[in-house]
Structures are given as structure tokens and as C-alpha cells.
């Protein structure tokens, strides 16, 4: 069974699963390698408009499997878990997220059950973040290994809710319900379990018809604006609107408009 189901449905849409629920699809290399060759995939085929991410089964992630970052013997008998984790992290997981956070196409999770340690990061990393009512996040890096949220958590987490909520979140370890994560801005909207894939679905539909351009633009408007004045970014957007205004896909959609 690969650890990652993929179908193209209505609308361009490609709905990818983690597909790992005998072990609630904790990330492994082969997960990892899976879902990198899939976004590779749907970002080059043009009939893939939007992207779905989700979880099969009653969890989003667990998380890292830890049984596949057991400790491993150097050839001198030493074992040296920060050499071992430092590599996972720079030759799969970090490369994952890059590729995630740069996905030229929108990006729609759907967080089933519990989105844990660095799976939440993975569910954060989207342009739109929808959870069922027993969605859930926890980032359990520090108070059950003693390490730091991964994955993109802190830079995710402080954009979406700012220093005391994101201390807060990686340092308790708490689980955050649905409806907290929406109060603090992890969320955009909570729904039904039953509902959420199709909704999950119905959203991706909506915003495949936003060119693309237009949405890679709106992600770095909205990135750079933490670290830029407000005049700063008026003038990024004067410079966004120039280039998409100047592309035959405004005057089209201007020309419908006015038809109307």
C-alpha cells in the first residue's frame, strides 16, 4: 500500500491522502518521499488546478514515526541522535516544506483528527486551513522529547497567532482544539468531519480559479508584510498589479465583467 493516495477529481482538483492509518500516518522517509514526488507531479500537470491534503482514517498525523529515527550506531559504536535527526530533517523534511511553502498551485489541507509534532507544520503550510470538528493540533516536540517545534512551526505559528499563543502552543504542548485553533487564527473555518474532504474539495474548486500568479503574489504580500512599513507594501503591491495587470487575463476578466 503506498503511504500516499492521490486522485484528480472535479475541477482540477488532486486530493492527496496520507495514507499510513494503522500507524495514524506518522511521517516516515517513505511517506516524506511520497508525498515530494507527488507535489512534483501536480505541480507540472496542468490539468492539477488546486491541491487537497489530507489524512485517511481518524488522524491527519501523529507526527514523526519515531521507530524510524531509532537510535542508529555509528561504525565506532557511538550513537549521535542530533547527527541522525539533523540529517532526516536536511535531506527529507526540510526540503518537503520548502517545496510545500513554494507549491506554485493552491494549497488546501483538511485536518481530520490530530495534526501533531511536525505534521502540524505540514497543516499550517497551506493557503487555506479547514479542520472537522475532532480536528485538533499539538506540538508535542518540546514537552515529550525535549526539543523544538519543527517543520516550520515558529515561523507558521507566529504569523498565524502571534509570540504568546505560539510560546504558548510549542512550549505546553497542549492539545488545541478546532475551535481554539480557529479563535487564533490557525483555521479558516471548522465543519463537519463528515463534510470536511468535500468542503475541503469545494474550497480548492474556488480558488483553482484564481490565476496563479495572482495567488503566489497574494502569498509574498502577505509573508513580507511582518518585516516591511506600509508604504513598503504599498509599492509591492503597485509592483504585483503592474506585472498581473499587464497579463491578457485581466482584460478578459474585465471584459466579462462589463458584458454583465
Request: net charge neutral; proline share 3%; with cysteine.
Amino acid at each position: 500500500m503506498r503511504s500516499i493516495e492521490s486522485t484528480i477529481g472535479e475541477g482540477g482538483v488532486a486530493t492527496l491522502v496520507l495514507n499510513r492509518p494503522d500507524r495514524l500516518n506518522a511521517l516516515d522517509l517513505d511517506l516524506v518521499a511520497n508525498l515530494r514526488s507527488d507535489l512534483f507531479r501536480f505541480a507540472a500537470a496542468t490539468e492539477v488546478k488546486a491541491i487537497v491534503i489530507t489524512g485517511a482514517g481518524r488522524a491527519f498525523s501523529a507526527g514523526a514515526d519515531l521507530t524510524a529515527l531509532a537510535p542508529k550506531p555509528q561504525a565506532d559504536g557511538r550513537v549521535d541522535m542530533g547527527r541522525q535527526v539533523s540529517e532526516a530533517m536536511q535531506i527529507a523534511f526540510s526540503p518537503l516544506m520548502s517545496e510545500l511553502m513554494a507549491f506554485p498551485k493552491p494549497v488546501v489541507t483538511a485536518i481530520n483528527g490530530i495534526a501533531a509534532g511536525g505534521s502540524a507544520g505540514i497543516a499550517l503550510c497551506a493557503d487555506v486551513v479547514l479542520a472537522g470538528r475532532e480536528g485538533k493540533f499539538k506540538f508535542v516536540q518540546s514537552q515529550q522529547l525535549g526539543i523544538v517545534a519543527d517543520l516550520g512551526a515558529s515561523w507558521l505559528l507566529q504569523r498565524a497567532a502571534g509570540r504568546q499563543a505560539s510560546l504558548a502552543a510549542m512550549l505546553l504542548g497542549e492539545t488545541i482544539s478546532a475551535e481554539h485553533a480557529q479563535r487564533l487564527g490557525l483555521v479558516w473555518e471548522v465543519v463537519d468531519d463528515d463534510q470536511l474532504v468535500a468542503r475541503a474539495q469545494a474550497v480548492a474548486q474556488s480558488l483553482a480559479r484564481v490565476p496563479p500568479e495572482a495567488v503566489r503574489a497574494s502569498r509574498n504580500l502577505v509573508d513580507t508584510a511582518a518585516a516591511s512599513t506600509f508604504e513598503q507594501m504599498l509599492e509591492l503591491e503597485r509592483l504585483h498589479l503592474r506585472d498581473l495587470a499587464a497579463a491578457p487575463e485581466l482584460l478578459a476578466r474585465v471584459n466579462f465583467f462589463l458584458k454583465k
